[in-house]
């Protein structure tokens, strides 16, 4: 689409003022100015409507606010609550920040982007001035020939009395129209070769997709792994770091564990006296449960050579070990809880230490349930025991 | 009496709109010139050491700083802080000048936001380098992710700072392109034919300087500015509460917010004198930034350097009418303890020094001014490293009280973020029109009062 019109150029801003004030006192339609500078009080002087464009900015503004408000809710309290400072989950007043620039950058954006499509703005369109200079230093007014009685030449005279400098007829294409579309031909074109891009975008998607299949058999590339595989050495693994070569280390020589209290004694049997003269039994006869833990271990581990009564008949002794002695008979009853401690400790004769396979607390469990074994009145095997 | 109504026009040399084409295009247009190179290698050697020193602290780890267990923030967040505030007074003259309608902002606005852009930049190397590994520095964006779905803390003042800055930096850089647009159109009309011309018209977004889009233009640059008013000030708010919500003596404190925003458009009217002086001689645009936006800049940082100054003085006053030994002891360490040199230098550079710009004589003496800009933005960088490190160095715990010293590698990186600062500013003189033609053509007094005598039949 084209029009008819009358293009007018200027050189000075007070001159187009008031040539637009003389136009529209002799009722001619102003079609568009075209101006290096957005001249003051001209919109005033055309008489034109404010633009609309705050409302795409006050619509932005509240849309981008609710957004952010939301967002900030949703992902606080119910997506992933997370306690922060014991604070509530919907801490609104912490959320009044971003919100706001949410709002903020919504509105801005959207004012831009209002602006851009309203005004037919977009990069890569071709600039053709209306006139030349036109976006140095003149100013051109343009008249709409809208019918057959638009008298060009009184027009043309009204202009130069204005002290117009160049008064031309000119028909305009679509691109000059307020609402300038690309003309025809042009928008033809340009469609073609969108077309044939997104053509070919196509063939390459179609192409890739049997250009790469997938293999199940193998596992996917991984970009971010975050942190999935730990570059530390598993225990296991070899480790060159180490002279003898190993992760996992033993721990240096009289090192206690944590919760191992350290025992201050030689394998010798003065320090087995000695040891009776000075530890106590921390379970007393009446701990039920430390009794039964004792029962538990001497079945375990005492049984096999001093059989389930303490009589020193176990399998082992049976089978041509040599046989311990009678833990209930004889010397063994007259012996300090320390002085068994320190025999299952650190052996005695045949009798291996066993202080690698008991924890010192099931060591003098088990010293109860021999104590309860040494007692007449107490049952004499575990089986008896609830 | 006449003409002390009548001030001197904003651009001196009777100008016409065609002379402003002419004059702004021109360094454009023309080869650069010797300075313009020499001023170009300097600033592209310094971005080339901060990009080496960045380059080896990402791949060694961010033990190569100076920072331990009591100080854990300290050059890093400085200069983040230190190049936010310049960015703000960019915003300042392109907005809330705007809407004040200061008509002599149109000289300096382009640069001035220019300037922020640039800035901004800057700033957000810092924490992007402290992240330690700034390859996962999207996981602030608060995405739909496999990782729970794991959100954003947005409870944390730090959180509220990504948001900030990255609406700063987007809108800054919108409201800096829409300004733009005309002027591209301009600058393309002029170009010879080739990839300049291209490149231009296609950023001009075939802009014709019709009437309707100026209208509407009108209106959004408008709304832009009502819009950046608030969010500048938002910024360095919520920049200041990275420090305030801390319950830490030195940072725990109301004042925090406004003594930011202040210090803040101090620092970057500093920058833009700084700026300004040497572009106007350099680039030969004495006749349109002129003594009437110098004058205003100088009085501007004179203001917000006095409410710097009553700042520092709140501060001290709340430590001790607060009665709290811990405050109490902040500030007196502050002044008289080992890091006291600094704050002296602060209150020298950003209180003292300004004072001198009561003076006529002083605002009209170019050479002055510079030094005193420069000076300020040195107390300015020095205001941020007090308020950081003195407060974090001693703290409630004597047997943790250490010290802090910068490692080459951290100097390097305030140098390489002043170089590519300058890298930028210097290739934006170069390839994009540094004054706004299209706001100044409509300041110009040329063809406006004596149009009536001559036109007159």
């Known amino acids: 689409m084209s029009k008819r019109t009358l293009v007018a150029v200027f050189e000075h801003e007070a001159d187009l003022m008031r040539a637009v004030a003389a136009v529209r006192a002799a009722d001619l339609k102003i079609d568009d100015v075209y101006a290096p500078y957005a001249v003051h009080g001209l919109d005033r002087a055309l008489g034109w409507r404010p633009s609309r464009l705050g409302w795409a900015c006050a619509l932005g503004g509240m849309s981008g606010a609710i957004f952010m408000l939301w967002l900030q809710w949703w992902t606080s309290a119910v997506s992933w609550p997370l306690n922060v400072g014991g604070k509530p989950w919907n801490s609104l007043p912490a959320f009044v920040p971003v919100a706001f620039e949410g709002m903020v950058l919504a509105a801005g954006l959207t004012t831009v982007f209002a602006l851009l499509a309203v005004a037919r703005l977009r990069p890569g369109k071709k600039t053709r001035p209306i006139v030349p200079g036109v976006a140095d230093d003149r100013f051109a007014l343009v008249l709409e020939e809208a019918d057959a009685a638009f008298d060009a030449a009184a027009a043309s005279k009204l202009l130069r009395n204005c002290r117009a400098v160049e008064v031309s007829e000119r028909v305009l294409e679509d691109e000059f129209s307020p609402l300038g579309a690309p003309a025809g031909a042009a928008r033809t074109r340009l469609r073609r070769r969108l077309n044939y891009l997104l053509l070919l975008l196509l063939a390459v998607v179609v192409a890739m997709v049997f250009l790469t299949l997938p293999d199940p058999s193998r596992p996917n590339r991984e970009f971010f792994p975050d942190m999935a595989h730990s570059p530390a050495y598993s225990s296991a693994s070899a480790n060159p770091n180490f002279p003898d070569g190993k992760t996992l280390q033993s721990p240096v020589p009289g090192v206690l564990t944590q919760g191992q209290s350290p025992l201050h004694y030689d394998a010798t049997d003065a320090e087995a006296l000695r040891a009776g003269r000075e530890l106590r039994n921390p379970f007393s006869a009446k701990d039920a449960k430390a009794g039964a833990r004792g029962a538990l271990v001497f079945q375990t581990y005492c049984t096999p050579c001093h059989g389930g009564g303490g009589l020193g008949d176990g399998a082992v002794a049976l089978r041509g070990y040599p046989a311990p002695p009678s833990l209930v008979t004889g010397d063994t009853t007259k012996m300090p809880d320390g002085q068994l401690f320190h025999i299952i400790t650190y052996g005695r004769v045949n009798m291996p230490a066993q202080s690698g396979l008991l924890s010192p607390e099931d060591r003098w469990a088990a010293i109860l349930h021999i104590r309860s074994l040494q007692t007449p009145t107490a049952p004499k095997s575990i089986e008896a025991k609830p | ?457």
């Open chain 2, 1 to 457: 009496m006449a003409e002390a109504h009548h001030p001197p026009p904003l651009v001196a040399g009777n100008k016409s709109s065609a002379d402003v084409t002419r004059d702004i295009c021109a360094p454009l247009e023309r080869g650069p010139t010797g300075w313009w190179w020499s001023a170009f290698l300097t600033s592209a050697s310094v971005l080339a050491l901060g990009a080496a020193a960045v380059a080896y602290q990402v791949a060694t780890g961010i033990g190569t700083w100076g920072l331990n267990r009591t100080v854990g923030w300290a050059f890093d967040i400085t200069n983040f802080v230190f190049w936010i505030g310049i960015g703000h007074a960019g915003t300042l003259i392109s907005a809330i000048l705007f809407l004040f309608r200061q008509q002599w902002r149109t000289s300096v606005n382009r640069s001035a936001e220019a300037m922020t852009i640039f800035a901004v930049m800057c700033a957000g190397l810092f924490p992007l380098i402290h992240m330690g590994r700034p390859w996962l520095a999207y996981w602030v964006v608060p995405y739909p992710n496999f990782r729970g779905p794991l959100w954003v803390n947005f409870r944390s003042a730090l959180m509220w700072d990504v948001f900030a800055i990255s609406t700063y930096f987007t809108i800054s850089l919108v409201f800096w392109y829409v300004g733009l647009i005309p002027d591209l159109a301009t600058a393309s009309a002029r170009a010879r034919p080739g990839w300049r011309r291209r490149l231009l018209e296609f950023f001009s977004l075939g802009w014709n300087g019709s009437y309707r889009t100026w209208h509407r233009y009108e209106l959004v640059y408008l709304l832009l500015a009502g819009l950046a008013t608030p969010l500048v000030v938002s910024v360095h708010t919520v920049v200041s509460f990275d420090f305030a919500t801390a319950v830490l003596p030195g940072w725990h404190t109301t004042v925090l917010p406004p003594y930011f925003v202040a210090g803040a458009i101090f620092s970057g009217m500093a920058m833009v004198l700084t700026l300004m002086l040497v572009a106007r001689k350099v680039m030969g645009l004495e006749d349109y930034i002129t003594q009437r936006h110098i004058d205003p800049m100088c009085k501007l940082t004179l203001l917000t350097g006095s409410i710097v100054g009553l700042a520092y003085l709140v501060e001290l006053f709340t430590a001790l009418y607060s009665g709290n030994a811990y405050e109490q002891f902040a500030a007196m360490n502050r002044l008289w303890g080992p890091y006291g040199w600094c704050y002296w230098v602060m209150i020298g550079c950003n209180v003292a020094v300004p004072q001198l710009l009561w003076f006529p004589r002083i605002r009209r003496a170019l050479p002055a001014v510079f030094v005193i800009s420069v000076l300020v933005n040195v107390g300015m960088w020095f205001e941020r490293f007090v308020i950081i490190v003195t407060s974090l160095h001693r703290d409630f715990l004597p047997s943790s009280w250490t010290m802090y010293l910068p490692t080459s590698v951290e100097l390097a990186t305030l140098a390489g973020s002043f170089g590519l600062f300058f890298t930028c500013f210097l290739l934006f003189c170069r390839f994009l029109p540094m004054i706004a033609m299209g706001e100044v053509k409509g300041v110009l007094e040329h063809g406006r009062g004596n149009v009536a005598e001559e036109v007159a039949p």
